[in-house]
């Protein structure tokens, strides 16, 4: 199947300053500047009508991969082709004809909506920015998006304030998906949600996905939603991807340690199985200050001399991807 969106050695750095304790007790008038590798050369693609879960420790690069992606953050580097077109070459005048194709669904549903608009306002918003529609082809399709995520139509004229975190997500999915977008980009959409909840906006997510053939980039913490929902997923860490796989095969069979860890902390709702919990040693490497080679290898009990040298993502089976020498 071909690829719809693919990112090549996408880089985001940062300068920051040195937050050395050592440093300010030594000079306290005085700061360095040090740079902070958000995301090193990431790279991976997302098939048309897939949905690829992107998981990993927080902090470890997730959200500004995504941001990226869509340029809501400059990139330092690297190549996001979508459909033939690289975004990261786009001036903002070209690039604003294909936002309706281009959407993200933001993790707090409260922060991401406007306080001072109402929820037919929050709708027609993008349809005034990306469509040329009249009065009356508006009003349509807000109902119909309204319709297509399950909220009453006397919601209409309420404020985000007005409303329960769940009708709140699902006006900024609705807002996400009014311009019929080709990629959408979810990140961490249920987890300002309680349980009952979640299940709720899984389910809707699915459905919109076959209703519009639309291709998801799911950010989430939740393996168990990102197993149920994801047709692969790529594991982060530290910035970079260690494996990518076919979810049924990551969760059957995890090859990278880190991977491995990752799935161990999965609860399993038995009282009666038990699994075996692989715990990383260590503290995580700063991320100005990343280790060469592999960047797991100061926590890995596997690791080895040759661990030190430099690391690439490599196929290893057919649809497999693994930064390990393991």
Known sequence: MASLIEITNLRKHFQVKDQSAALRLLSPFRSRKGLLRAVDD???SIRKGETLGLVGESGCG???VARCMLRLLEPSGGKIVFEGTDLAGLSEGALRHLRRDLQMIFQDPMASLNPRLSVRQVLEEPLR???KFCAREREERVLEVLDQVGLDRELLTRFPHELSGGQRQRVNIARGIATRPRFVVLDEP???????LRAKIVLLLEKLKSALSTTYLFI???LSTVKYLSDRVAVMYLGSIVEIAESRELFRRPLHPYTKALLSAIPIPDPNVKRERITLKGEIPSPTDIPSGCR???RCPLARPACSEEMQLREVESGRWLACYR
Do not use: M, Q
């Not at 249920?190 to 009952?196: F, K, M, P, Y």
């Open 42 to 44: 990431v790279s991976f």
């Open 62 to 64: 997730k959200s500004t």
């Open 129 to 131: 920015v990306h469509e």
């Open 190 to 196: 249920t987890s300002a949600l309680d349980v009952s």
């Open 220 to 222: 989430s913490h939740d």
């Open 296 to 298: 797991l290898r100061g």
